[in-house]
Protein backbone atom coordinates (compact mmCIF):
# COMPACT_ATOMS: atom_id res chain seq x y z
CA UNK A 1 0.00 0.00 0.00
CA UNK A 2 1.19 3.47 -1.07
CA UNK A 3 2.29 6.39 1.98
CA UNK A 4 -0.56 7.94 0.43
CA UNK A 5 -3.28 5.32 0.68
CA UNK A 6 -2.29 4.37 3.90
CA UNK A 7 -2.46 8.80 4.86
CA UNK A 8 -5.90 8.62 2.95
CA UNK A 9 -7.75 5.21 5.23
CA UNK A 10 -6.26 6.95 8.42
CA UNK A 11 -7.84 9.95 7.67
CA UNK A 12 -11.20 8.10 6.91
CA UNK A 13 -10.88 6.27 10.49
CA UNK A 14 -10.53 9.35 12.18
CA UNK A 15 -13.40 10.55 10.07
CA UNK A 16 -15.25 7.62 10.96
CA UNK A 17 -14.07 7.66 14.13
CA UNK A 18 -15.20 11.17 14.77
CA UNK A 19 -18.39 10.80 13.50
CA UNK A 20 -19.26 7.56 15.90
CA UNK A 21 -18.80 9.98 19.07
CA UNK A 22 -20.93 12.77 17.71
CA UNK A 23 -24.80 12.84 18.18
CA UNK A 24 -25.16 8.86 18.80
CA UNK A 25 -28.44 9.86 20.58
CA UNK A 26 -30.02 11.75 17.68
CA UNK A 27 -30.43 8.04 16.26
CA UNK A 28 -32.52 6.64 18.69
CA UNK A 29 -34.39 9.94 19.91
CA UNK A 30 -32.97 9.75 23.98
CA UNK A 31 -34.05 12.26 25.88
CA UNK A 32 -32.42 12.66 29.17
CA UNK A 33 -32.24 15.96 30.28
CA UNK A 34 -29.86 17.43 33.14
CA UNK A 35 -28.93 21.39 34.67
CA UNK A 36 -26.19 21.10 31.72
CA UNK A 37 -26.35 22.61 28.20
CA UNK A 38 -24.72 22.68 25.27
CA UNK A 39 -21.87 20.28 24.04
CA UNK A 40 -20.93 18.83 27.08
CA UNK A 41 -24.70 17.29 27.39
CA UNK A 42 -24.81 16.64 23.75
CA UNK A 43 -22.14 14.25 25.08
CA UNK A 44 -23.63 13.42 27.85
CA UNK A 45 -26.66 11.89 25.96
CA UNK A 46 -24.43 10.41 23.61
CA UNK A 47 -22.50 8.33 26.76
CA UNK A 48 -26.21 7.12 28.44
CA UNK A 49 -27.21 6.03 24.70
CA UNK A 50 -23.82 4.17 24.12
CA UNK A 51 -24.38 2.72 27.19
CA UNK A 52 -27.62 0.94 26.76
CA UNK A 53 -26.18 -0.10 23.56
CA UNK A 54 -23.77 -2.18 25.25
CA UNK A 55 -20.68 0.50 23.68
CA UNK A 56 -18.93 0.63 27.05
CA UNK A 57 -15.96 2.09 26.01
CA UNK A 58 -17.44 4.67 23.39
CA UNK A 59 -19.69 5.70 26.62
CA UNK A 60 -16.57 6.06 28.87
CA UNK A 61 -14.96 8.50 25.87
CA UNK A 62 -18.34 10.43 25.74
CA UNK A 63 -18.85 11.03 29.40
CA UNK A 64 -14.91 11.60 30.25
CA UNK A 65 -15.78 14.78 27.17
CA UNK A 66 -18.31 15.84 28.62
CA UNK A 67 -16.61 15.99 32.41
CA UNK A 68 -13.44 18.19 30.71
CA UNK A 69 -16.11 20.16 29.06
CA UNK A 70 -17.78 20.65 32.06
CA UNK A 71 -15.58 19.97 35.57
CA UNK A 72 -18.33 19.55 38.20
CA UNK A 73 -20.75 18.78 35.67
CA UNK A 74 -22.44 15.98 37.75
CA UNK A 75 -24.51 13.67 35.78
CA UNK A 76 -21.17 13.18 33.52
CA UNK A 77 -19.82 11.39 36.99
CA UNK A 78 -23.08 9.72 37.44
CA UNK A 79 -22.95 8.05 33.71
CA UNK A 80 -18.97 6.87 33.50
CA UNK A 81 -19.55 5.56 37.44
CA UNK A 82 -22.71 3.45 35.65
CA UNK A 83 -20.54 2.29 32.82
CA UNK A 84 -18.88 0.31 35.15
CA UNK A 85 -21.85 -1.96 36.28
CA UNK A 86 -22.53 -3.71 32.82
CA UNK A 87 -25.57 -5.84 34.11
CA UNK A 88 -26.65 -8.03 31.43
CA UNK A 89 -22.92 -9.20 30.96
CA UNK A 90 -22.24 -9.66 34.72
CA UNK A 91 -19.49 -7.49 34.44
CA UNK A 92 -19.32 -5.17 38.06
CA UNK A 93 -16.10 -3.38 38.16
CA UNK A 94 -16.54 -1.92 41.49
CA UNK A 95 -13.04 -0.20 42.34
CA UNK A 96 -13.22 1.75 38.98
CA UNK A 97 -16.31 2.74 39.83
CA UNK A 98 -15.53 4.08 42.97
CA UNK A 99 -12.71 5.84 41.69
CA UNK A 100 -14.85 7.86 39.18
CA UNK A 101 -17.67 8.93 41.78
CA UNK A 102 -14.19 9.99 44.06
CA UNK A 103 -13.02 12.31 40.89
CA UNK A 104 -15.97 13.98 41.34
CA UNK A 105 -16.14 14.79 45.30
CA UNK A 106 -14.02 12.57 48.05
CA UNK A 107 -17.11 11.53 49.75
CA UNK A 108 -21.31 11.67 49.01
CA UNK A 109 -22.41 14.77 50.16
CA UNK A 110 -19.52 16.25 48.54
CA UNK A 111 -20.93 15.15 45.21
CA UNK A 112 -24.00 15.66 46.11
CA UNK A 113 -23.59 18.92 46.59
CA UNK A 114 -22.69 19.47 42.84
CA UNK A 115 -25.86 18.08 41.62
CA UNK A 116 -28.26 21.29 40.76
CA UNK A 117 -31.43 19.81 41.49
CA UNK A 118 -33.25 17.21 43.27
CA UNK A 119 -33.55 14.82 40.73
CA UNK A 120 -29.92 14.39 40.07
CA UNK A 121 -29.25 14.28 43.51
CA UNK A 122 -31.41 11.03 43.28
CA UNK A 123 -29.39 9.63 40.32
CA UNK A 124 -26.17 10.43 42.45
CA UNK A 125 -27.98 8.94 45.65
CA UNK A 126 -29.05 5.52 43.61
CA UNK A 127 -25.61 4.81 42.42
CA UNK A 128 -23.92 6.09 45.85
CA UNK A 129 -25.87 2.69 47.41
CA UNK A 130 -24.74 0.45 44.37
CA UNK A 131 -21.10 1.33 45.02
CA UNK A 132 -21.44 1.89 48.80
CA UNK A 133 -21.30 -0.82 51.79
CA UNK A 134 -22.46 -4.04 51.59
CA UNK A 135 -22.10 -7.40 49.74
CA UNK A 136 -22.76 -7.17 45.71
CA UNK A 137 -25.89 -8.46 46.23
CA UNK A 138 -27.31 -6.33 48.64
CA UNK A 139 -25.76 -3.32 47.24
CA UNK A 140 -27.52 -4.01 43.35
CA UNK A 141 -30.69 -5.03 45.27
CA UNK A 142 -30.91 -1.61 47.25
CA UNK A 143 -29.64 0.27 44.04
CA UNK A 144 -32.69 -1.33 42.13
CA UNK A 145 -35.10 0.02 44.66
CA UNK A 146 -33.78 3.52 44.63
CA UNK A 147 -34.20 3.37 41.40
CA UNK A 148 -37.86 2.20 41.59
CA UNK A 149 -38.35 5.12 43.88
CA UNK A 150 -36.69 7.59 41.33
CA UNK A 151 -39.06 6.16 38.70
CA UNK A 152 -42.06 6.60 40.90
CA UNK A 153 -41.14 10.31 41.61
CA UNK A 154 -40.63 11.61 38.45
CA UNK A 155 -43.02 9.39 35.81
CA UNK A 156 -42.51 11.57 32.82
CA UNK A 157 -38.15 10.41 33.44
CA UNK A 158 -37.78 7.47 30.56
CA UNK A 159 -34.20 7.14 31.80
CA UNK A 160 -35.29 6.76 35.39
CA UNK A 161 -37.68 3.88 34.38
CA UNK A 162 -35.00 2.79 31.68
CA UNK A 163 -32.68 2.12 34.21
CA UNK A 164 -35.12 0.84 36.83
CA UNK A 165 -35.98 -1.99 34.48
CA UNK A 166 -32.44 -2.76 33.56
CA UNK A 167 -31.55 -3.02 37.27
CA UNK A 168 -34.25 -6.34 37.50
CA UNK A 169 -32.22 -8.36 35.24
CA UNK A 170 -30.07 -9.70 37.95
CA UNK A 171 -32.44 -9.14 41.09
CA UNK A 172 -35.59 -10.37 42.58
CA UNK A 173 -37.24 -7.78 44.59
CA UNK A 174 -38.56 -9.24 48.07
CA UNK A 175 -42.35 -10.07 47.62
CA UNK A 176 -42.28 -10.59 43.85
CA UNK A 177 -41.83 -14.01 42.33
CA UNK A 178 -38.97 -13.96 39.81
CA UNK A 179 -41.25 -14.24 36.88
CA UNK A 180 -43.27 -11.54 37.72
CA UNK A 181 -39.76 -9.44 38.44
CA UNK A 182 -39.19 -10.07 34.85
CA UNK A 183 -43.65 -9.02 34.10
CA UNK A 184 -42.18 -5.62 35.22
CA UNK A 185 -39.14 -5.21 33.56
CA UNK A 186 -41.28 -6.11 30.40
CA UNK A 187 -43.87 -3.73 31.33
CA UNK A 188 -41.61 -0.91 31.87
CA UNK A 189 -39.80 -1.76 28.94
CA UNK A 190 -43.34 -1.35 27.02
CA UNK A 191 -43.89 2.04 28.75
CA UNK A 192 -40.87 3.11 27.60
CA UNK A 193 -41.25 2.14 23.91
CA UNK A 194 -44.88 3.76 24.04
CA UNK A 195 -43.14 7.20 23.84
CA UNK A 196 -39.86 6.30 22.59
CA UNK A 197 -39.97 3.07 19.99
CA UNK A 198 -36.58 3.74 19.03
CA UNK A 199 -35.26 4.04 22.70
CA UNK A 200 -31.88 1.65 22.47
CA UNK A 201 -32.17 0.18 26.12
CA UNK A 202 -35.92 -0.46 25.88
CA UNK A 203 -35.85 -2.06 23.08
CA UNK A 204 -33.10 -4.79 24.23
CA UNK A 205 -34.77 -5.30 27.80
CA UNK A 206 -38.34 -6.04 26.51
CA UNK A 207 -37.01 -8.82 24.58
CA UNK A 208 -34.09 -10.11 27.49
CA UNK A 209 -37.74 -9.74 30.04
CA UNK A 210 -39.50 -12.07 27.81
CA UNK A 211 -36.86 -14.40 26.53
CA UNK A 212 -38.19 -17.41 27.60
CA UNK A 213 -40.37 -20.26 25.31
CA UNK A 214 -43.90 -19.04 27.42
CA UNK A 215 -43.31 -15.26 26.83
CA UNK A 216 -41.26 -14.56 23.45
CA UNK A 217 -44.44 -13.66 21.71
CA UNK A 218 -43.90 -10.10 23.32
CA UNK A 219 -40.56 -9.15 21.85
CA UNK A 220 -41.88 -8.69 18.70
CA UNK A 221 -42.45 -5.25 19.43
CA UNK A 222 -38.92 -4.64 20.34
CA UNK A 223 -37.57 -6.32 17.20
CA UNK A 224 -39.79 -4.81 14.78
CA UNK A 225 -39.05 -1.38 16.23
CA UNK A 226 -35.03 -2.56 16.16
CA UNK A 227 -35.30 -3.53 12.11
CA UNK A 228 -36.78 0.53 11.29
CA UNK A 229 -33.57 1.84 12.72
CA UNK A 230 -30.70 2.43 10.65
CA UNK A 231 -27.63 0.85 13.17
CA UNK A 232 -23.92 -0.18 13.08
CA UNK A 233 -24.44 -1.13 16.23
CA UNK A 234 -23.45 -4.78 16.99
CA UNK A 235 -25.65 -5.42 20.08
CA UNK A 236 -28.81 -3.61 18.32
CA UNK A 237 -28.45 -6.03 15.70
CA UNK A 238 -27.39 -9.06 17.48
CA UNK A 239 -30.01 -8.79 20.31
CA UNK A 240 -33.24 -9.45 17.59
CA UNK A 241 -31.74 -12.99 17.16
CA UNK A 242 -32.84 -13.59 20.82
CA UNK A 243 -36.38 -13.72 19.45
CA UNK A 244 -35.55 -15.88 16.33
CA UNK A 245 -34.14 -18.28 18.10
CA UNK A 246 -36.96 -18.86 20.46
CA UNK A 247 -38.85 -19.12 17.25
CA UNK A 248 -36.70 -21.51 15.10
CA UNK A 249 -35.77 -18.92 12.23
CA UNK A 250 -32.86 -20.07 12.09
CA UNK A 251 -31.22 -17.99 9.00
CA UNK A 252 -32.71 -14.95 10.63
CA UNK A 253 -30.70 -16.21 13.92
CA UNK A 254 -27.31 -16.64 11.78
CA UNK A 255 -27.58 -12.97 9.34
CA UNK A 256 -28.16 -11.20 12.59
CA UNK A 257 -25.17 -12.47 14.16
CA UNK A 258 -22.96 -12.26 11.43
CA UNK A 259 -23.98 -8.92 10.87
CA UNK A 260 -23.38 -7.84 14.23
CA UNK A 261 -20.31 -10.06 14.17
CA UNK A 262 -18.88 -8.17 11.37
CA UNK A 263 -19.96 -4.49 12.93
CA UNK A 264 -18.21 -5.57 16.20
CA UNK A 265 -15.28 -6.32 14.49
CA UNK A 266 -14.79 -3.10 12.30
CA UNK A 267 -15.55 -1.31 15.99
CA UNK A 268 -12.98 -3.48 17.11
CA UNK A 269 -10.23 -2.91 13.96
CA UNK A 270 -11.27 0.89 14.17
CA UNK A 271 -10.15 1.51 18.28
CA UNK A 272 -7.04 -0.43 17.58
CA UNK A 273 -7.45 -3.81 19.45
CA UNK A 274 -6.12 -7.31 19.70
CA UNK A 275 -8.07 -10.42 19.18
CA UNK A 276 -6.61 -10.35 23.04
CA UNK A 277 -8.83 -7.60 24.19
CA UNK A 278 -12.00 -8.90 23.13
CA UNK A 279 -14.65 -9.64 25.61
CA UNK A 280 -17.19 -12.83 25.11
CA UNK A 281 -19.91 -10.69 23.68
CA UNK A 282 -17.60 -8.32 21.41
CA UNK A 283 -16.82 -12.22 19.76
CA UNK A 284 -17.68 -15.39 20.48
CA UNK A 285 -21.47 -14.48 21.90
CA UNK A 286 -22.22 -13.50 18.48
CA UNK A 287 -20.43 -16.03 16.55
CA UNK A 288 -21.67 -18.81 18.77
CA UNK A 289 -25.68 -17.62 17.59
CA UNK A 290 -24.51 -17.62 14.18
CA UNK A 291 -22.85 -21.21 14.05
CA UNK A 292 -25.94 -22.68 15.85
CA UNK A 293 -28.33 -20.21 13.37
CA UNK A 294 -26.43 -21.86 10.28
CA UNK A 295 -26.63 -25.49 11.52
CA UNK A 296 -29.93 -25.80 12.08
CA UNK A 297 -30.45 -24.30 8.76
CA UNK A 298 -28.35 -26.73 7.45
CA UNK A 299 -25.84 -24.22 5.72
CA UNK A 300 -23.01 -26.04 6.99
CA UNK A 301 -20.59 -24.51 4.57
CA UNK A 302 -20.99 -20.82 6.38
CA UNK A 303 -20.77 -23.17 9.86
CA UNK A 304 -17.45 -24.60 9.07
CA UNK A 305 -16.28 -20.70 7.84
CA UNK A 306 -16.80 -20.16 10.89
CA UNK A 307 -15.36 -22.89 12.91
CA UNK A 308 -12.18 -22.04 10.38
CA UNK A 309 -12.19 -18.36 11.85
CA UNK A 310 -12.73 -18.96 15.30
CA UNK A 311 -9.30 -22.08 15.21
CA UNK A 312 -7.56 -19.57 13.60
CA UNK A 313 -8.18 -16.52 15.87
CA UNK A 314 -7.25 -18.85 18.77
CA UNK A 315 -3.77 -19.26 18.00
CA UNK A 316 -3.54 -15.80 16.30
CA UNK A 317 -4.26 -14.95 19.90
CA UNK A 318 -2.20 -16.74 21.92
CA UNK A 319 -4.69 -19.07 23.21
CA UNK A 320 -7.01 -16.38 24.41
CA UNK A 321 -9.45 -17.78 26.85
CA UNK A 322 -12.46 -15.15 25.83
CA UNK A 323 -11.90 -17.28 22.16
CA UNK A 324 -11.38 -21.04 24.06
CA UNK A 325 -15.03 -21.14 24.86
CA UNK A 326 -16.37 -20.22 21.01
CA UNK A 327 -13.62 -22.64 19.81
CA UNK A 328 -14.96 -25.14 22.08
CA UNK A 329 -18.53 -24.36 21.42
CA UNK A 330 -18.65 -24.49 17.88
CA UNK A 331 -16.93 -27.61 17.37
CA UNK A 332 -18.86 -29.83 19.39
CA UNK A 333 -22.19 -28.00 17.81
CA UNK A 334 -21.07 -29.50 14.75
CA UNK A 335 -20.33 -33.18 15.64
CA UNK A 336 -23.72 -33.54 17.87
CA UNK A 337 -26.29 -31.10 16.14
CA UNK A 338 -24.97 -33.62 13.03
CA UNK A 339 -24.12 -36.81 14.95
CA UNK A 340 -20.57 -37.06 13.21
CA UNK A 341 -19.76 -39.16 15.81
CA UNK A 342 -16.67 -40.84 13.76
CA UNK A 343 -15.11 -37.27 13.82
CA UNK A 344 -14.56 -37.79 17.72
CA UNK A 345 -10.74 -38.02 17.17
CA UNK A 346 -10.50 -34.23 16.67
CA UNK A 347 -12.65 -32.60 19.12
CA UNK A 348 -9.94 -35.48 21.51
CA UNK A 349 -6.91 -33.83 20.17
CA UNK A 350 -8.66 -30.56 20.68
CA UNK A 351 -9.19 -31.04 24.28
CA UNK A 352 -6.12 -32.57 24.93
CA UNK A 353 -4.08 -30.20 23.17
CA UNK A 354 -5.41 -27.00 24.28
CA UNK A 355 -6.16 -28.22 27.73
CA UNK A 356 -10.14 -27.63 27.62
CA UNK A 357 -12.25 -28.84 29.84
CA UNK A 358 -15.70 -27.24 28.60
CA UNK A 359 -19.02 -29.34 29.22
CA UNK A 360 -19.78 -28.75 25.47
CA UNK A 361 -16.85 -29.94 24.66
CA UNK A 362 -16.73 -32.97 26.45
CA UNK A 363 -19.98 -33.84 26.13
CA UNK A 364 -19.18 -34.13 22.52
CA UNK A 365 -16.77 -36.47 23.23
CA UNK A 366 -18.77 -38.27 25.69
CA UNK A 367 -22.02 -38.94 23.50
CA UNK A 368 -19.75 -39.90 20.24
CA UNK A 369 -17.40 -42.03 22.64
CA UNK A 370 -20.23 -44.32 23.85
CA UNK A 371 -21.73 -44.32 19.67
CA UNK A 372 -18.24 -45.39 18.78
CA UNK A 373 -17.72 -48.03 21.41
CA UNK A 374 -15.16 -46.17 23.01
CA UNK A 375 -16.68 -46.81 26.45
CA UNK A 376 -13.35 -46.21 28.10
CA UNK A 377 -13.32 -42.44 26.44
CA UNK A 378 -17.00 -41.96 27.53
CA UNK A 379 -15.75 -43.04 31.07
CA UNK A 380 -13.19 -40.11 30.89
CA UNK A 381 -15.78 -37.44 29.72
CA UNK A 382 -17.88 -38.55 32.93
CA UNK A 383 -15.04 -38.05 34.98
CA UNK A 384 -14.70 -34.62 33.46
CA UNK A 385 -17.65 -33.39 33.15
CA UNK A 386 -18.57 -34.08 36.88
CA UNK A 387 -15.65 -32.41 38.30
CA UNK A 388 -16.60 -28.63 37.04
CA UNK A 389 -19.52 -28.34 39.19
CA UNK A 390 -21.20 -29.34 42.82
CA UNK A 391 -24.19 -28.48 41.43
CA UNK A 392 -26.31 -31.13 40.19
CA UNK A 393 -28.11 -29.36 37.71
CA UNK A 394 -25.24 -27.11 36.32
CA UNK A 395 -24.44 -28.22 32.84
CA UNK A 396 -21.27 -30.22 33.68
CA UNK A 397 -22.94 -32.84 36.03
CA UNK A 398 -25.98 -33.10 34.06
CA UNK A 399 -24.25 -33.70 31.09
CA UNK A 400 -21.93 -36.45 33.01
CA UNK A 401 -25.55 -37.94 34.02
CA UNK A 402 -26.42 -38.15 30.07
CA UNK A 403 -23.21 -39.53 29.08
CA UNK A 404 -23.39 -42.73 31.94
CA UNK A 405 -26.95 -43.42 30.91
CA UNK A 406 -25.91 -43.62 27.21
CA UNK A 407 -22.80 -46.17 28.51
CA UNK A 408 -25.59 -48.27 30.45
CA UNK A 409 -27.69 -48.40 27.39
CA UNK A 410 -24.69 -49.94 25.30
CA UNK A 411 -23.85 -52.52 27.94
CA UNK A 412 -27.17 -53.53 27.92
CA UNK A 413 -28.56 -52.13 31.07
CA UNK A 414 -31.45 -50.63 29.70
CA UNK A 415 -33.99 -50.02 32.49
CA UNK A 416 -30.40 -48.52 34.49
CA UNK A 417 -30.00 -46.01 31.74
CA UNK A 418 -33.41 -44.71 31.18
CA UNK A 419 -34.02 -44.07 35.19
CA UNK A 420 -30.45 -42.10 34.76
CA UNK A 421 -31.39 -39.69 31.92
CA UNK A 422 -34.78 -39.21 32.97
CA UNK A 423 -33.90 -37.84 36.04
CA UNK A 424 -31.57 -35.54 34.19
CA UNK A 425 -33.93 -34.33 31.86
CA UNK A 426 -36.30 -33.95 34.62
CA UNK A 427 -33.75 -32.05 36.77
CA UNK A 428 -32.88 -29.86 33.24
CA UNK A 429 -36.42 -29.12 33.03
CA UNK A 430 -36.46 -28.00 36.54
CA UNK A 431 -33.23 -25.90 36.85
CA UNK A 432 -32.31 -25.32 33.54
CA UNK A 433 -29.00 -24.31 32.64
CA UNK A 434 -30.53 -21.28 31.62
CA UNK A 435 -33.21 -19.32 31.44
CA UNK A 436 -32.77 -17.17 28.43
CA UNK A 437 -32.49 -17.55 24.70
CA UNK A 438 -28.90 -18.95 23.92
CA UNK A 439 -28.21 -21.92 21.97
CA UNK A 440 -29.05 -24.77 24.16
CA UNK A 441 -27.23 -26.08 27.05
CA UNK A 442 -26.56 -28.63 27.79
CA UNK A 443 -25.34 -28.53 23.98
CA UNK A 444 -27.55 -31.34 22.82
CA UNK A 445 -30.70 -31.23 25.00
CA UNK A 446 -31.49 -33.54 27.36
CA UNK A 447 -34.81 -34.21 25.68
CA UNK A 448 -33.48 -35.52 23.27
CA UNK A 449 -30.84 -37.57 24.68
CA UNK A 450 -33.54 -39.54 26.47
CA UNK A 451 -36.02 -39.28 23.88
CA UNK A 452 -33.72 -41.30 21.62
CA UNK A 453 -32.89 -43.82 24.30
CA UNK A 454 -36.59 -44.40 24.72
CA UNK A 455 -36.52 -44.61 21.19
CA UNK A 456 -33.91 -46.97 21.12
CA UNK A 457 -35.56 -49.37 23.62
CA UNK A 458 -38.98 -49.55 21.65
CA UNK A 459 -40.79 -47.12 24.18
CA UNK A 460 -42.08 -45.36 21.22
CA UNK A 461 -44.74 -43.68 22.29
CA UNK A 462 -42.16 -41.73 25.52
CA UNK A 463 -40.59 -40.86 22.99
CA UNK A 464 -42.86 -38.99 20.94
CA UNK A 465 -44.10 -37.46 24.06
CA UNK A 466 -40.33 -36.42 25.11
CA UNK A 467 -39.81 -34.85 21.62
CA UNK A 468 -42.69 -33.49 21.73
CA UNK A 469 -42.55 -31.32 24.97
CA UNK A 470 -38.67 -30.64 24.20
CA UNK A 471 -40.00 -28.49 20.99
CA UNK A 472 -42.12 -26.20 23.77
CA UNK A 473 -38.94 -25.28 24.80
CA UNK A 474 -36.70 -25.58 21.56
CA UNK A 475 -39.12 -24.44 18.78
CA UNK A 476 -38.24 -25.87 15.63
CA UNK A 477 -34.91 -27.43 16.77
CA UNK A 478 -34.39 -30.05 14.16
CA UNK A 479 -33.16 -32.54 16.09
CA UNK A 480 -36.21 -32.78 18.13
CA UNK A 481 -38.44 -32.65 15.13
CA UNK A 482 -35.89 -35.28 13.53
CA UNK A 483 -36.82 -37.78 16.15
CA UNK A 484 -40.76 -36.68 16.59
CA UNK A 485 -40.91 -37.53 13.12
CA UNK A 486 -39.20 -40.58 13.37
CA UNK A 487 -41.04 -41.91 16.61
CA UNK A 488 -44.09 -40.73 14.94
CA UNK A 489 -43.50 -43.15 11.92
CA UNK A 490 -42.42 -46.15 13.51
CA UNK A 491 -45.91 -45.81 15.38
CA UNK A 492 -47.55 -45.76 12.32
CA UNK A 493 -48.94 -41.81 12.37
CA UNK A 494 -48.12 -41.14 9.20
CA UNK A 495 -49.27 -37.83 8.68
CA UNK A 496 -47.80 -36.91 12.13
CA UNK A 497 -44.80 -38.08 10.80
CA UNK A 498 -45.36 -36.19 7.61
CA UNK A 499 -46.06 -33.09 8.86
CA UNK A 500 -42.70 -33.10 11.38
CA UNK A 501 -40.62 -33.63 7.65
CA UNK A 502 -42.64 -31.30 5.86
CA UNK A 503 -41.20 -28.51 8.93
CA UNK A 504 -37.75 -30.03 8.31
CA UNK A 505 -38.25 -29.48 4.22
CA UNK A 506 -38.89 -26.08 5.00
CA UNK A 507 -35.97 -25.40 7.19
CA UNK A 508 -33.38 -26.71 5.30
CA UNK A 509 -34.78 -25.60 1.93
CA UNK A 510 -31.78 -24.26 1.64
CA UNK A 511 -29.51 -26.79 2.97
CA UNK A 512 -26.41 -27.60 1.78
CA UNK A 513 -26.36 -31.18 -0.10
CA UNK A 514 -24.30 -32.93 1.87
CA UNK A 515 -26.41 -32.47 5.27
CA UNK A 516 -26.98 -36.16 6.59
CA UNK A 517 -30.40 -35.87 7.06
CA UNK A 518 -31.42 -34.37 3.64
CA UNK A 519 -31.73 -38.01 2.03
CA UNK A 520 -34.12 -39.17 5.27
CA UNK A 521 -36.26 -36.01 4.66
CA UNK A 522 -36.64 -36.26 0.94
CA UNK A 523 -37.40 -40.31 1.11
CA UNK A 524 -40.18 -39.88 3.64
CA UNK A 525 -41.68 -37.01 1.87
CA UNK A 526 -41.74 -39.10 -1.58
CA UNK A 527 -43.90 -41.48 -0.47
Not at 31 to 38: A, H, I, K, L
Not at 221 to 231: G, P, S, W, Y
Not at 361 to 385: F, K, S, Y
Not at 408 to 414: C, F, I, M, N
Request: hydrophobic share 40%.
Amino acid sequence: MSRLAKISGSLLICLFATHSLAQVHQTWNLVFPTSERGEAQEHFLDGVTSMHLHMFEDAEAHFRQAQELSPDFAMAYWGEALNNHRTIWSIHQLDQARAVLKRLGATPAERSAKAPTTREKAYLAAIEILYGEGTQQQRETAYSAAMGELSASYPDDIEASAWYALSLMRVTPAGITRQQTRSLMAGLSISILAKNPSHPGANRYLIQSTDDPENTDLGLLAVNNLLEIDTDAAEALHIPSHYYLQHGMWEAVARSNMDAFESSMHWVELNGWSLQDLNAHNYGHLLQFANYGFLQAGNLAEAARIRERVSADYIASGLAEAISVPLADVYARWILDLELWDQIDSLVDMAREYSLDDPGLWQAIGIAAVRTGDLQLAGEAVTVLDSLSDNPAAQGPNSARMVEGLIHLAQGHAEIALRILKEANELNWEQPTTIIGVPPRPLKTTMEVYGEALLETGNVQLALDEFQEGLTRYRGRTNLLLGAARAADRLGSIELAQSYYRQLAEIWQRADSSHPFIEEVNAQLAH
